[in-house]
């Protein structure tokens, strides 16, 4: 995800340097600062003794301070992915998820801060504040869906913001829940979808009003039982209309027409998984990462296999584009979705880059 402003972050070195001496986490992620006389290198809240000023430089990222000869302080794991920064990272994926924005409150309990260290951390590491940043990429995705035409897109937009905000009254306490996530077995729950033929084969769309829960290939009558298996108790429709929007974005897409998706999904998820998607949300269209390098993007550089899970369970293909995962040596694994497939999309993206 491209930050949505300019990072509001200390970028001289007078404000760095104050961040050192209140040893401020707020800034945590955003600056690291190595000690000449040691050879160490910190996060500004480093609990440590502080250093003189006159031995101070600093860094980027870690990685720079590695490549300039520091090494990492084993109080502050500077190499790791910090508390501050996993918190961060999990509410822009509840706001990235979900068409009426949980509350501060919500988000504070959701990753167990309070609401004003929630929002300081989160306007200095992203540049803006939680509402601001949902409310840009609500109007993100609205422009999206506009962009891709038809009337039914606005009413679709309108359907969804009016239910989801029903949703949360009721909803309040989904611990690290994507919060279109509700009861099991969709119960209650209202699903419109269509078996198109698409460039990959028999493609099944299916959504909420608040999102897409299924994009999938296969054959139609295997795919609509798999539906059937996963939401016995919602209600569904065979409603092609319905999803003409959504569709039309996605065929778009299988084109080369459009680069990406932002389509609202209404899965539920673990907050693993959750991570795990948003990671892959962030891959650019015509590249992949190695299983590996998306355990490292979340923080979790021992999780490999546990991504690689995560990358088979997704719901929604394409929208999540688990395909831009591949092998460490590059070759292409599998896919839930058969192999030719990825091969197919991957070639495609390529071409269309
Ligand atoms: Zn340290």
């Keep these: 995800m491209t930050p949505v402003l300019e990072s509001s972050s200390a970028s001289s070195d007078e404000a760095r340097w104050q961040a050192v001496l209140a040893r401020d986490a707020a800034q945590d992620g955003l600056f690291y600062y190595g000690v000449g006389t040691t050879g160490i290198f910190c996060r500004p809240a480093c609990p440590s003794r502080l250093p003189r000023r006159e031995n101070v430089v600093y860094f980027e990222t870690p990685e720079a301070a590695q490549a300039a000869g520091f090494r990492a302080c084993l109080r502050c794991q500077p190499g790791q992915v910090s508390v501050q920064q996993q918190a961060v990272a999990q509410v822009k994926c509840l706001l990235d998820n979900s068409e009426t924005a949980p509350t501060l409150a919500e988000l504070a309990r959701a990753t167990q801060l309070s609401p004003a260290h929630l929002q300081r951390l989160f306007k200095a590491q992203v540049g803006v504040s939680p509402k601001q940043y949902a409310l840009a990429r609500r109007a993100e995705r609205l422009k999206a869906r506009l962009r891709s035409g038809s009337d039914v897109t606005t009413a679709l937009f309108d359907a969804g913001h009016a239910s989801a905000s029903t949703l949360y009254s009721s909803q309040t306490d989904q611990l690290g829940m994507a919060p279109g996530a509700y009861q099991k077995g969709g119960a209650g729950q209202r699903i419109a979808y269509a078996v198109v033929s698409s460039r990959l084969g028999q493609m099944l769309v299916a959504a909420t009003p608040r999102g897409l829960v299924a994009v999938r290939f296969g054959e139609d009558t295997e795919l609509l039982a798999e539906l059937r298996s996963e939401y016995p108790h919602a209600e569904l429709s065979d409603d092609g209309p319905a999803l003409q929007a959504q569709i039309s974005a996605i065929q778009a897409y299988l ?33 992949t990462r190695s299983y590996a390098q998306v355990a490292e993007m979340i923080g979790s550089p021992a999780a490999v296999r546990a991504v690689a899970r995560a990358c088979a369970s997704n719901p929604v293909a394409l929208i999540v584009p688990c395909h831009r995962v591949v092998r460490s040596d590059g070759a292409l694994s599998g896919y839930r979705w058969g192999v030719e497939r990825k091969r197919a999309l991957l070639k495609n993206e390529r071409e269309g880059k």
């Excluded at 084109?255 to 673990?270: F, I, T």
């Excluded at 907050?271 to 949300?281: G, K, N």
């Design 255 to 287: 084109a080369g027409q459009e680069r990406s998706l932002n389509l609202p999904r209404d899965v539920s998820s673990s907050d693993f998984q959750c991570r795990v998607w948003e990671a892959l949300q962030a891959i650019p269209y015509g590249e």
